[in-house]
């Protein structure tokens, strides 16, 4: 079946959306995702989205499905390599995805993700010692 | 230039759906929109041929070069004869949703066209026609 690859880059897992989803194929992303941060304890998840030439709302939703779901497993997710005429459609369509933290590329993504996890680490450590 | 004026393909499976987005991506293109026009008229054919396939039980897309006072545009309208929608001003109202989804889909796409014209009779089907001029 077909399926999108989630590779684990050290800490976090990248995922690099390449092809153009039909709505099957971005709920099996979803699964599978979910499946993974669960599997590696992860604590970062980058999803890259510079070669996706529209995001509509289904693919904006399971985007900020996966968000949600990533931080009840524990997981910080950064959305990243964005293209603008893309983020001018998403804005004028609607859906200005709050609550999904966003980057400009992969190597931005992952400096976002290590000071959102290292400041919750932080916050975690103030609040028990 | 195009290789016809106008053409028509099915929205009856997932699949469908991405082929109109690309359908659409390539008339823009050969229009010679802009990136971002390109993008929003591919954005909103998405959002419809999904409303037609998920809520209308399936449907045809039509497409059309058009020209009006010496600027040309692609027309497209998508068919289906799926229950209609019995409140109009509500389904386009945003966030409104009648499934699952975010309620942006058709509320989205009107603000991503220049012409939205929405026609729908309860039993009998729902067709809503676009038109982007370059």
């Known amino acids: ?129 | 230039m195009p290789t016809a004026p106008q053409g028509e393909s099915p929205l009856r499976s997932e699949h469908d759906i991405v082929l109109a987005r690309q359908t659409v991506r390539k008339l823009t293109q050969e229009l010679g929109f802009s990136l971002v026009d390109q993008t929003k008229m591919v954005t909103a054919a998405s959002e419809l041929a999904r409303n037609a396939y998920t809520h209308g039980r399936g449907g045809t897309l039509c497409w059309q070069i058009v020209e009006r006072d010496a600027r040309r545009g692609l027309k497209l309208r998508f068919a289906d004869e799926g229950p209609g929608i019995p409140n109009m001003d509500l389904a386009l109202t945003d966030g409104w949703t009648s499934g699952n989804g975010l309620g942006m889909g058709l509320s989205g796409a009107r603000r991503l066209v220049n012409d939205f014209e929405i026609d729908s009779k309860v039993g009998a089907g729902t067709r809503v026609t676009i038109t982007r001029w370059k």
């Open chain 1, 1 to 129: 079946m077909e399926r999108i690859p989630i590779l684990r880059m050290g800490e976090f897992l990248l995922v690099t959306i390449q092809v153009d989803m039909h709505d099957q194929l971005a709920l099996k992303l979803q699964d599978d995702l979910s499946h993974a941060i669960q599997k590696n304890a992860t604590q970062g998840v980058l999803i890259d989205i510079s070669t996706l030439e529209m995001v509509d709302s289904f693919i904006g939703r399971m985007v900020a499905d996966i968000s949600g779901i990533g931080r009840i497993l524990g997981a910080e997710t950064v959305l990243v390599g964005m293209q603008p005429a893309v983020a001018i459609t998403l804005v004028e369509l609607g859906l200005a995805l709050p609550g999904v933290a966003t980057a400009l590329n992969v190597e931005r993504g992952m400096a976002l993700l290590r000071r959102k996890i290292d400041g919750a680490e932080s916050n975690a450590d103030s609040t028990t010692g």
